[in-house]
């Protein structure tokens, strides 16, 4: 692939995003070019509006906003001004049901299996408090997860550890961006009562082996909470197929639905067995009654709480529309195809790839090492060039369904150019922005 060098210079703040495509003309390969031609899923580029202010690579933090977003916070007002209260009942009132089921036919879950809450760390302690207290004299106490959790994650756990008598076991990584499998499943044993993992790393994009995990899991009595932010809308998979017992994930990434919007997945035949303990009005089998006693709801709604953030769903729902008429599958196609063009010009520029280079281990970020990578990832930004930094890992970069092969070459030769003109300079002695 050809290096697009001397961008840099011509892009300024503020410089038109156009003016950074023009200086690549004429200096496209004939693959590239192809490729830009026969690409179906570039005609969904002019749906999301940042696409046309910057080389968007972040998909992996916050995924592009749809133009239609707009409409539906719109109707969502309009909703609110015109028909009051009575919303709740047309509609409001099922929403966190509703558009669960959207996320559900991305993440493989049957309808009626996934409910809507605010986050990733509210779902976790929701199916934690299922299990506490521990029985007296349980010997199941033992909660395993590797240290490349993502640390909200971790927090809920280690917060509930001491009080409960839980022990957690940390599983190690040797480079700090992969866990060896088998290391993961020897940790699993007849004491363990959880094992909430990440399918994919947030820091790596390395893509844990769900089904051994949850296999061995199973085989001792465990049960398995897959975190799936980092997977749903870029891998393809079916939480029924790797039967866990719980996936939980958010919208803010991959799924374009921005924040507010978090999920859960309770497997059909634990549903009406749990009962937890973070609750409230709406999981209760009839809310509008106002009794004074808890009569946990017969299905999904069990695993619901107080009330819900309706515009976070009416932003989401947009999203889910186009990554369910897309397909993971197309998405998971492209992401492969395009995240091995950045290793092969990342490496071919002189540097380090720290995700996996085997296409089957690694979701849709590619993570790049330099020295000076958090520098340079501000200095990325401040052209318009929007990447994230994680200690260890490097610059996280994410194409997605929406990005175009050239994209690629101009963040790569950007980073090169900052590199030699040591244009990081300004920004050393930061972290991450965000
Ligand atoms: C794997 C993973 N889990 C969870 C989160 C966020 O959790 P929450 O929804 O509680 O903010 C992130 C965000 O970066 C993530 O990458």
């Given at each position: 692939m050809p290096a697009c060098e001397g961008n840099a210079l011509a892009i300024s703040r503020g410089h038109s995003f156009l003016k950074i495509l023009a200086g690549l003309c004429g200096r496209l390969s004939a693959e590239?070019?192809?490729?830009?031609?026969?690409?179906?899923?570039?005609?969904?580029?002019?749906?999301?509006?940042?696409?046309?202010?910057?080389?968007?690579?972040i998909s992996h933090s916050l995924g592009a906003m749809p133009r239609a977003t707009y409409d539906r916070l719109q109707e969502y007002a309009d909703i609110w001004a015109t028909r009051g209260v009575r919303a709740w009942a047309e509609g409001w009132w099922d929403m966190p049901v509703t558009v669960g089921n959207d996320v559900g036919r991305i993440i493989g879950a049957e309808p009626g299996t996934v409910?809507?809450?605010?986050?990733?760390?509210?779902?976790?302690?929701?199916?934690?408090?299922?299990?506490?207290?521990?029985?007296?004299?349980?010997?199941?106490?033992?909660?395993?997860?590797?240290?490349?959790?993502?640390?909200?994650v971790m927090y809920v756990y280690e917060a509930h550890a001491r009080e409960h008598g839980l022990r957690i076991e940390m599983v190690k990584s040797d480079d700090?961006?992969?866990?060896?499998?088998?290391?993961?499943?020897?940790?699993?044993?007849?004491?363990?009562?959880?094992?909430?993992?990440?399918?994919?790393?947030?820091?790596?994009?390395?893509?844990?082996?769900?089904?051994?995990?949850?296999?061995r899991a199973h085989e001792v009595g465990a049960r398995v909470i897959l975190d799936t932010y980092q997977s749903a809308g870029t891998v393809p998979f079916s939480v029924r197929e790797l039967n866990v017992d719980f996936a939980t994930g958010g919208s803010v990434k991959w799924l374009c639905g921005g924040p507010g919007a978090g999920y859960l997945y309770v497997r059909p035949d634990l549903i009406d067995q749990l009962e937890p303990k973070t609750t409230g009005w709406m999981a209760h089998e009839s809310p509008f009654a106002f009794e004074t006693e808890m009569h946990y709801a017969p299905n999904i709604t069990r695993f619901l709480h107080g009330s819900p953030a309706i515009p976070a769903l009416y932003a989401a729902e947009s999203g889910y529309r186009i990554i369910n008429e897309i397909g993971v599958e197309a998405i998971r196609e492209k992401s492969m195809r395009q995240t091995g063009a950045l290793i092969e010009l990342a490496e071919a520029t002189g540097f380090r790839v720290t995700s996996p280079k085997n296409p089957e281990q690694r979701g849709g970020t590619i993570t790049v090492w330099d020295d000076n990578a958090a520098a340079i990832t501000k200095e990325l930004i401040r052209r318009e060039f929007i990447v994230d930094y994680r200690p260890g890992a490097g610059v996280r970069i994410s194409p997605h369904f929406y990005t175009k092969d050239e994209e690629l070459d101009l963040v790569i030769s950007e980073m090169k150019t900052i590199r030699e003109t040591r244009a990081y300079a300004a920004h050393e002695r930061v972290g991450a922005a965000f």
């Open positions: 590239q070019t192809e490729n830009s031609l026969t690409d179906e899923l570039l005609k969904w580029r002019s749906e999301f509006p940042i696409l046309d202010r910057a080389v968007y690579l409910v809507m809450h605010q986050n990733v760390s509210i779902c976790q302690s929701l199916i934690l408090s299922c299990f506490l207290p521990l029985p007296k004299d349980s010997k199941r106490t033992r909660i395993v997860y590797s240290e490349l959790n993502f640390p909200s700090g961006m992969t866990v060896p499998l088998e290391r993961m499943l020897s940790a699993i044993d007849e004491e363990t009562l959880l094992v909430p993992i990440s399918h994919v790393l947030y820091k790596s994009a390395f893509l844990q082996d769900a089904k051994a995990i949850t296999k």
